[in-house]
């Protein structure tokens, strides 16, 4: 066990050190202060937490499936190279289409309250996912791709609606070829 928490800090440090080394080439990011997550305050807290990390959430599955039974099928899922790695992809037609978490990303629907402890660090936290998400989508449409964001909450009350964004992305790509 203590052998793994080596490998751990091993590793970050090393990373800590190719950033200093590549800080001179063109793709210089800003310097960010990690911010440390507090422990949870609760197992729903816990569960929330965990639930960042989790692909092929449920609003993710009820999407792909619609998808599936409406015929619009042929694309495929977490596919790495494209900013954002997002959730679904077609990649002939370049729709990239994210299933974005309410909480996670400020549904502006939804207005989720920040949890009452430890409330600066979700402050930031979900300041920082907003401004990613924002420059996510930006560079995905400066490399011709058309995305499509959906709230789980949308997902859930008008799955319709969403079906039909994406056909009519999908056929939009096809017109311009
Ligand atoms: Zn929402």
Redesign the pocket.
Same mark, same amino acid.
């Given at each position: 066990m203590l052998g793994g928490q080596d490998d751990y800090y091993g590793s970050s440090f090393d990373q800590r050190i190719h950033r200093t080394h590549s800080s001179s080439a063109s793709f210089a990011r800003p310097t960010v202060k990690r911010l440390i997550p507090p422990a949870a305050s609760s197992p729903s807290v816990a569960a929330a937490m965990r639930g960042n990390r989790a692909k092929d959430t449920g609003p993710e599955l009820t999407l792909r499936s619609a998808l599936w039974r409406a015929g619009l099928k042929g694309f495929r899922k977490h596919v790495g190279g494209l900013p954002g790695r997002p959730d679904i992809i077609y990649g002939k037609r370049q729709t990239a289409i994210f299933v974005h978490g309410?909480f996670w990303h400020s /549904?502006p629907?939804?207005k989720i309250r920040n949890p009452r402890t430890n409330s600066s660090y979700w402050r930031e936290k979900l300041r920082r996912n907003k401004i990613r998400d924002r420059i996510i989508l930006r560079e995905i449409r400066r490399l011709g791709w058309r995305p499509l964001r959906f709230?789980? /909450?949308?997902i859930r009350a008008s799955l319709n609606v969403c079906l039909a964004k994406v056909r009519r992305s999908l056929s939009l790509s096809m017109r311009s070829g």
């Open positions: 309410c /549904c629907r939804c709230w789980e /909450c949308e």
